[in-house]
């Protein structure tokens, strides 16, 4: 047996001695040539890793002394309630709200009365000179595109914060889009600002220091039409006569013996009128603007304007009583060229006229501008974007906002074919199936809002 052990266990040891393996690298070479080109692709690369950084807050050091770019992400619920029961509280000035804008903004310092007076830039006495110039360097930007017919940039805007009102903004949105609904039909351009400026200017101020950069900016323009984001076009086919102004540089809704008779405040209305790009218009919109600064300049320009002016009391001035109170007493230097304009309506009261528009449809057509078929309807004392100071209902201002809308798009909808179902609504419906012959619409007011005569192709 114990041969035979023997015998055994020498046949498995030369057994074993015969089972070699078939290659013979080392381990550690392997690793080496797996782990080597990992390492170098990390090193070479721009693959960015994560990282991990520790931070150890002291309780004797201030935070301030923290980065300033590092944020903690936010705690759960469960340790926000730990962490705040070993906290002492926050004093009172500690837990202020998010700060608005005007707070993110700093604004500058008030404009005091013994301040030299605000201006919207330097003067520019050759001004005209220098502008006929430049039209004669670029013949390809004419100020009139034809006879007759004057370059027109329609300028409006709103605040450049969001409206308090959630159905704010949509409003302000459908009346931008009628505003370049009526700007595609003329062919006019369009500006659109939703920034303040000038800091000092605000509010109703807003207009002044924006028209005054688009005339210098633009000297192709020869007529800029500011018109308030609460005015909506109600006929999309009229178009001013621009002949009828050519010796006047503005043109404002109003009659003469409201104004320099009465010197009544709304003798005129400043959210819809017609300005000429000229050294006339910079010298009137400077003078305008002295009276606009926040603060005591607008205060004390106020309680001028409750004793110079009727119907008006004694609040800070606006826009408006300041062009009234311009003109008034100093007619001499202005009257000759502002032309009051009461023949049709650049500024029509929306109260007089939001229930009327079916009555409009049945007797009249577009194209007439007046009362008839206002050119424009202006939601004065109405606050789309929901602000305080309103001095009618916003459910009612909402619904004429809604019916003047409809009824100013149902004229271009109408081009196409189709029409709201009624003005209280949005909802469309088609009214003429002319798809196989959309170039033989023989409708004469159709024919003139899709092909208007000035753009029109000449044989």
């Not at 300028?155 to 969001?162: L, N, Y």
């Not at 010197?263 to 000229?278: H, P």
């Not at 309103?390 to 009612?396: D, I, K, N, Q």
């Amino acid at each position: 047996m114990a041969e035979e052990h023997a015998a055994g266990g020498q046949a498995g040891g030369e057994r074993r001695a015969r089972q070699k393996p078939m290659f013979t690298v080392p381990i550690i070479t392997v690793v080496l040539l797996i782990v080597a080109p990992c390492a170098l692709f990390l090193f070479t690369s721009d693959v960015a890793l994560p990282r991990i950084r520790i931070e150890y807050v002291r309780r004797d050091i201030p935070a301030a002394s923290a980065p300033a770019n590092l944020k903690a992400p936010p705690p759960s619920p469960e340790a926000a309630v730990a962490v705040s029961s070993l906290m002492p509280p926050l004093p009172p000035e500690a837990a202020v709200a998010v700060p608005s804008e005007e707070q993110q903004q700093p604004l500058p310092p008030v404009r005091q009365l013994t301040d030299r007076p605000y201006s919207l830039g330097p003067a520019v006495p050759d001004y005209d000179a220098r502008r006929a110039a430049w039209l004669a360097a670029h013949p390809g930007f004419p100020a009139f595109v034809a006879p007759g017919r004057p370059r027109v940039l329609v300028v409006t805007g709103s605040s450049p914060r969001r409206c308090s009102d959630p159905e704010g903004d949509h409003v302000l949105l459908r009346a931008f889009k009628n505003k370049a609904d009526y700007c595609r039909v003329h062919g006019f351009d369009i500006f659109y600002s939703n920034a303040v400026l000038e800091a000092e200017m605000s509010g109703f101020w807003t207009k002044l220091p924006l028209l005054r950069a688009l005339m210098v900016a633009h000297p192709e323009t020869e007529l800029l039409w500011w018109v308030d984001s609460d005015v909506v076009f109600t006929d999309m086919l009229f178009e001013p006569p621009w002949g009828k102004y050519a010796r006047h540089n503005l043109v404002i809704h109003g009659w003469d013996e409201a104004v320099y008779g009465a010197r009544n405040w709304i003798g005129t209305n400043a959210g819809s009128f017609v300005i000429r790009n000229c050294r006339w218009s910079l010298d009137l919109l400077d003078a305008w603007a002295k009276m606009g600064p926040r603060g005591p300049v607008r205060e004390r320009y106020g309680k001028i304007f409750a004793e110079a002016l009727s119907n008006r009391a004694a609040y800070e001035a606006d826009d408006q009583s300041a062009l009234v109170y311009l003109l008034a007493t100093q007619r001499d230097k202005w009257a000759d060229k502002v032309f009051l304009e009461s023949s049709y309506l650049l500024h029509g009261y929306w109260k007089a006229i939001v229930d009327r528009y079916e009555e409009m449809r049945s007797k009249w057509q577009p194209g007439l501008g007046d009362d008839r078929w206002p050119l424009v309807t202006h939601f004065v004392g109405c606050k789309p974007c929901g602000e305080q100071g309103a001095s009618y209902e916003a459910s009612r201002c909402r619904q004429g906002m809604e019916r003047a809308l409809n009824f100013a798009d149902d004229q271009i909808l109408n081009l196409y074919g189709f029409q709201h179902d009624s003005l209280n609504t949005t909802a469309v419906r088609r009214v003429r199936n002319d798809t196989g012959r959309p170039m033989d619409a023989d409708d004469d007011e159709i024919g003139r809002l899709l092909h208007p005569t000035f753009r029109a192709a000449k044989p």
